[in-house]
């Protein structure tokens, strides 16, 4: 029980980390890159590649995770940037579900390069960490998992940070507030928009990274992801940051509790988990109620 | 209201005209003459008169596109060196490739397309048991030749075996014949009585689970201890594993592809929990090795009907594979592809393109020097599996190397 | 009669299709063509038409298939079986919408997300039952005993598949689907016009449900097998693809659609290394070349907006609107002490209120006095947080706008929430929702009764843009329109709610100074024809020519109430005006 608990936060955190790409995009212009499981894909065997460069040429463990992310990082928020001029952008707001399909079928072509690149098989991605497992009590935990707590720590903090503090992050918020009046103030939405992508890709990316040791990292790997984080965004609240942090630890939590019970149905949990919130809560547990006025 | 008449009649005529003289589909089909001059057919096909065609009808995306590859390659290498050596008669094959994308009823389009337009004189394929079921009706109806290389579901080739002519044949560890070999050696040798499953929830693990239980309970009249699944994806099996451990089991029994072998045996690591395993062909999958290393050192057996260095022959075709790829992403299914191919190709040789011919020569093919375990007469009348569990032996990993224990 | 015509053109290359094409996987591929273009037309309904959303439709049509199959395996026979199958989707659309009622955009692609995962995932593991990966294997499809041979179920599917066309053409065409995408465009403005919009949801849910499951049913008797694999998540996008590349909310966008996503895999399946390239480029390139799809597409480049109803006819010239639209009773609103509370903010604090007989009650104040939320109170776009709403003593307090418009209380709105769909004429038709006779079957099948209704209903709604002056623009669509134009409009559509209160919220605002001249004339008429009117108005000039009493608001007070000269020369009044700048300043929103 209690190392399904473990386990199930240590995922939990990664779901958390990829679905607030979701919120970053949806609150500065409600559209979200529903191909975020394919970034995150891309992010983890970039990464896995990066790594593997990195470390041939003989870089300190610290260092060569640095640069990796570094290097991930920067390559996916190229991508989103391009994700918001290409797929996001064209569309304006003339039709609400286009921007679904646009970022749908990115997302496809981005899954056949990456087959094409990385091939058709399952890639081990070895943690730089390594495999070995921590023992407290009954709970194992693996280095790899620690660092993924304490990097999901690092990144929800300086998330909030950059979101609640920095001057960017606070045009953004403006943004997304009131369009118009941000423009009127000097703030051009469009390179916040642009700026929400770079930004959530790169959440992708990294989360990439993250799971990549976790999971099997291979170019079909990204859509089971992809949802779940959808998921844990929806049942936190698409609006509200920290309660997407509660909804991806929770979502993590009830799978993992849930398939000690029956092991078959352990996805069914989750989805019933967000028709049940979603009935009772149709903002997720801690989203923001939006009044219409007429 | 007058419209509605008007609806009635022409719905009458229709009716009448479906039970009377309806229009007869695929007059022409088979394979030795060009018979349907369709504009738009393959290039290549019968009318050309120095070619026949060869299909491939078997996932190259989605969760088993490796198989796929594996497959694509090897078949593609049996038709080169068919055509090298000069062909049947001076016709060469062509391969004609499609993808089911792990989907039944994608799979049921492109067999039809292959035997409909391409006028394919046999085909292999494909990777999935729940594809293979949606179309070998189509095979079976037209009277094509399919050779099964990867999916293992028990029932496939025996689905027509009452028929007159049975098209369907294979050569793959059917699942049925690795059940049996797991647990003649589980039950019989080991004497172990509290066995746990753990199958994942794609058709495969079901169709496995189907077996165990079928075998278990036909065979030795026991039932299993524990059973569990996962999926595809998931990213542990701690869960599944502890419960195993609540019951007690002595031998758990792994039904589930490569990277889920994976996932179990870092699981296994991580709960510090070493249960007796015994697995199906998929363990020997070398992509488990390289995603857990020495993990798989630990009392881990699995089914096999295939090692590289089993002949001279195979280790031959896997260098061939290494020179022309770069690497054999998948032995045993490169191997089982390959003999597959062989297989049609050397029928063609005895018996000309007509698929019915065709069919006959592979039922009653001898002689046949294959890469796989296959025997010089891999099939009867009754038997349409090349592989049986007579060919299939345990074995495990010794030092990260694939050996019979 | 063309269109006729044309459904037999269609039906006739259906059923000449087999000799034409005589191979058996033209055949299958024609079968499978129709039935994802049913999946597909009934998807358009909902997403199209009603302006939901689904991401879950495989699961209906796996649902579909596997009642329907399960059924046939049990013994009955096939054609009830696919009855049943379909009832049962329709049953489970329902409870779909049902449980997304509340949640919206994202939220509602979750929850359809999450039906059509839990439905996948179930199909899997209840092995037992559906066969789960191993499959079922089905009984051939019989009709009459009769059994149906690869063409024959062609021709079956093709029947069916027509006649849904023909039933879907005709829902586009009758006062549903002009609710449908009223309710797409703007829900509260659907609902103040009579239509419950909870029931239309799920109406709309059901329908596309029930071809969903159509099409699966249709689908698993094809092989004689499925298995669970087929239902997946992505077959769910894929569906969604072809309402939106063909054109959402076009008549012919399903067939366009269901070409691209199901022929188009066909030409490219040689291309097995880049299918997903090819497929995820053209679908990007057509988003971005055409938004509205490619039918949207063309017709926006023909200009040929899709007109949903024939060129409306002028009625006699002497009519005068309202006054001839049966007896009214006249209004008796009493509102007592209503207290309208957000999140502690009081934006209305003890109001009372009464407006009788057909009198024009002014309501000013500065902005953020509470006007436009004591609007929304007595429309019933929200309910009292405390105080009492009587109407005709009834007590309405809780009533929902489209009660509230069937009680004879309906408005219009200051931010426009015109139906920018429709034509001009079809938001005029909206307005008489509550009013019209003719129920499902009859809308569906075009029955006579519907054809008269339809006219009758075409006639008044003329009738009423003659009152309002806007005639000669009945067949615009309404966003074309001015923005004075518009607010006739709104009028316009009020008015055929056949209301005994109209609330006018702001009808003068962003009007030029000759369309105000117009509005003006247009409230004194409705005055004339024994309407009672709540006018809520900036202009002053308005409000003092036109009402008969004037109630003022400040901070959410009632803070006098008398005829246009003591409003004039109140104190309070004119302090509550000349501290107007700053109040504006004070109170935001």
Not at chain 3, 48 to 75: D, E, P, R, W
Not at chain 3, 305 to 316: C, D, E, F, M, V
Not at chain 3, 465 to 491: D, M, P, T, W
Request: charged content about 15%; some cysteine; proline content about 3%.
């Amino acid at each position: 029980m209690l190392q399904a608990i473990v386990s199930g936060l240590i995922l939990g955190s990664i779901y958390a980390i990829i679905a607030q790409g979701y919120y970053i995009t949806f609150v500065t212009n409600r559209t979200m890159n529903f191909g975020q499981g394919d970034f995150l894909m891309l992010g983890a065997l970039v990464g896995l590649t990066t790594l593997g460069t990195v470390t041939s040429a003989g870089m300190n463990l610290f260092v060569s995770v640095l640069v990796t992310m570094v290097v991930v990082a920067a390559a996916m928020a190229m991508l989103g940037w391009g994700l918001e001029r290409g797929a996001i952008r064209p569309l304006g707001h003339v039709l609400s579900v286009g921007w679904i399909l646009s970022t749908v079928a990115v997302s496809l072509m981005i899954r056949n390069i990456a087959m094409l690149i990385w091939g058709r098989n399952v890639i081990p991605f070895p943690s730089p960490f390594g495999d070995e497992v921590y023992r407290f009590g009954s709970v194992g935990i693996t280095k790899h998992e620690i660092f993924v707590a304490i990097c999901a720590i690092v990144i929800m903090a300086c998330l909030f940070f950059f979101l609640n503090r920095s001057l960017l992050g606070k045009a953004l918020a403006a943004v997304a507030f009131n369009p118009d009046a941000a423009s009127l103030m000097g703030i051009n939405p469009r390179r916040m928009a642009v700026l929400a992508f770079a930004l959530s890709s790169m959440l992708a990316g990294v989360g990439g990274i993250l799971v990549g040791p976790i999971t099997n990292t291979a170019f079909f790997m990204g859509a089971t992801l992809g949802l779940k984080a959808f998921a844990a965004a929806i049942i936190g609240g698409l609006t509200n940051p920290l309660g997407i942090l509660i909804g991806g630890l929770l979502l993590g939590v009830i799978e993992q509790v849930f398939s000690l019970y029956s092991s078959a149905y352990k996805d069914a949990s989750a989805f019933l988990l967000i028709l049940i919130v979603l009935i009772f809560m149709p903002q997720g547990l801690l989203g923001k109620k939006v009044k219409e006025k007429f | 209201m007058k419209k509605a008449r008007w609806w009635f009649t022409l719905a009458m005529v229709l009716a009448v005209g479906a039970a009377g003289c309806g229009p007869k589909l695929d007059q022409s089909s088979g394979g030795q003459s060009g018979g349907q001059t369709q504009a738009g057919a393959a290039p290549g096909s019968q009318s050309s008169g120095g070619e026949f065609n060869v299909g491939l009808a078997i996932s190259l995306s989605g969760g088993t596109a490796k198989f796929g590859e594996a497959v694509k390659r090897a078949a593609q290498m049996a038709v080169d060196e068919f055509n090298e050596a000069g062909g049947a008669d001076g016709k060469k094959a062509k391969l004609i490739v499609y993808d089911d994308e792990a989907k039944p009823e994608k799979s049921v389009e492109i067999v039809q397309r292959l035997i409909q337009q391409d006028k394919v004189v046999g085909f292999v394929g494909p990777a999935n048991s729940g594809n293979a079921k949606a179309h070998i009706k189509f095979a079976q109806e037209a009277g094509v030749p399919e050779i099964i290389p990867v999916a293992t579901g028990t029932t496939i080739t025996q689905t027509y075996e009452k028929e007159d002519k049975n098209y369907i044949f294979r050569v793959a560890p059917y699942d049925k014949g690795q059940v049996e070999t797991i647990l003649k050696w589980v039950v019989e040798e080991k004497k172990l009585t509290k066995i746990g499953l753990l199958h994942d929830t794609t058709g495969y693990g079901q169709g496995g689970k189907t077996d165990v239980e079928g075998v278990l309970k036909d065979k030795y009249n026991m039932t299993l201890t524990a059973t569990e699944s996962f999926q595809v994806n998931d990213t542990n099996m701690e869960a599944q594993l502890s419960k195993m451990r609540d019951a007690q089991v002595e031998v758990v029994i792994f039904y589930g592809l490569a990277p889920e072998a994976a996932q179990y045996l870092k699981s296994r690591q991580k709960l510090n929990y070493y249960p007796l395993t015994v697995a199906s062909w998929a363990m020997g999958d070398p992509t488990v090795k390289e995603l857990v290393g020495d993990l798989v050192n630990k009392d881990v057996y699995m089914v096999q009907s295939f090692t590289i260095d089993q002949s001279a022959e195979s280790k031959a075709f896997h260098d061939k594979v290494v020179a022309k790829y770069g690497e054999d992403i998948f032995p045993i299914a490169s191997a089982q592809g390959y003999d597959c191919m062989q297989l049609i190709l050397q029928a063609v040789k005895k018996a000309g393109t007509d698929p019915k011919a065709i069919r006959d020569a592979i039922e009653n093919m001898t002689g046949f020097t294959g890469i796989t375990a296959i025997g010089e007469q891999p099939f009867t009348k009754e038997n349409h599996e090349a592989l049986t569990s007579s060919n299939m032996f345990l074995a495990t990993y010794r030092d990260g190397v694939i050996v019979k224990p | 009669m063309k269109k006729w015509l044309l459904y037999l053109l269609i039906a006739l290359a259906l059923y000449f299709f087999p000799w034409l094409f005589p191979s058996s996987y033209y055949v299958h591929m024609a079968q499978g063509f129709l039935y994802t273009y049913i999946v597909v037309a009934g998807l358009n309904l909902l997403v199209g038409l009603s302006g939901q959303l689904s991401l879950g439709h495989a699961g209906f049509y796996a649902i579909g298939a596997y009642v329907t199959g399960l059924c046939t395996v049990a013994g009955v026979p096939f054609l009830l079986s696919l009855l049943l199958g379909v009832l049962i989707c329709a049953g489970a659309g329902g409870l779909v919408a049902m449980l997304s009622l509340r949640a919206k955009g994202p939220y509602l692609a979750m929850v359809t997300i999450a039906f059509g995962l839990l439905v996948e995932i179930v199909a899997n593991r209840w092995v037992e039952v559906t066969g789960g990966p191993a499959g079922l294997y089905l009984p051939e499809a019989k009709l009459f005993g009769l059994g149906l041979g690869t063409v024959s179920y062609y021709w079956f599917i093709a029947v069916i598949a027509l006649v849904v066309t023909v039933l879907i053409d005709n829902l586009f065409t009758s006062r549903y689907g002009r609710t449908f995408r009223a309710m797409g465009n703007s829900e509260v403005a659907a609902a103040t016009a009579g239509v419950h919009v909870r029931n239309w949801k799920v109406l709309a849910f059901a329908i596309s449900a029930c071809t969903a499951g159509l099409g699966g049913a249709l689908f698993a008797f094809q092989n004689a097998y499925f298995n669970s694999d087929t239902f997946t998540f992505d077959k769910s996008i894929l569906f969604l693809v072809g309402v939106i590349v063909g054109g959402a909310g076009t008549r012919l966008g399903p067939l366009v659609g269901t070409i691209v996503i199901f022929l188009l895999p066909q030409w490219v399946q040689s291309l097995y290394n880049y299918h997903l390239l090819i497929f995820g480029g053209i679908l990007l390139l057509s988003l971005i070349a055409l938004p509205e799809g490619i039918v949207g597409g063309i017709q926006r480049i023909f200009k040929q907006r899709n007109q949903y109803s024939g060129t409306p006819s002028l009625p006699a010239p002497d009519s005068d609107g309202p006054s001839q639209m049966g007896s009214r009773d006249g209004a008796d609103l009493n509102v007592q002490a209503a207290v309208m509370e957000f999140d502690g903010f009081r934006a209305v604090d003890a109001i009372d209120l009464q407006i009788k007989g057909s009198e024009v009650r002014g309501l000013i104040g500065p902005n953020g006095s509470g006007k436009s939320t004591t609007v929304n109170m007595l429309s019933g776009v929200y309910v009292p947080t405390k105080g009492k709403l009587s109407w005709k003593g009834v007590d309405v307090t809780s009533f929902p706008p489209h009660r509230m418009a069937a009680a004879g209380i309906t408005r219009t709105f200051q931010n426009l929430q015109l139906f920018h769909e429709l034509t001009v004429l079809e938001n005029v038709m909206l307005g008489f929702h509550l009013h019209y006779r003719k129920g499902f079957a009859a809308n569906i099948l075009h029955t006579p009764g519907f054809l008269r209704e339809e006219s009758h209903f075409r006639a008044e709604a003329m009738r009423l843009l003659q009152f309002v002056g806007l005639a000669e623009k009945a067949g615009e669509q309404a966003a074309a329109l001015s923005y004075g134009q518009q607010r006739l409009v709104e009028i316009a559509r009020a008015l055929a709610t056949k209301p005994d209160l109209l609330i006018l919220d702001e009808p003068a605002a962003g009007a030029s100074l000759y369309e105000v001249d117009n509005i003006v004339r247009v409230i004194r008429k409705v005055k004339d024809s024994g309407i009672a009117i709540l006018l809520v108005e900036h202009h002053m000039e308005i409000v003092m020519n036109v009402c008969d009493t004037i109630t003022v608001l400040d901070f959410g007070k009632k803070i006098a109430e008398g005829d246009p000269a003591f409003i004039k020369n109140h104190p309070q009044v004119i302090e509550a005006y000349l501290g107007g700048e700053e109040v504006t300043k004070l109170v935001v929103g």
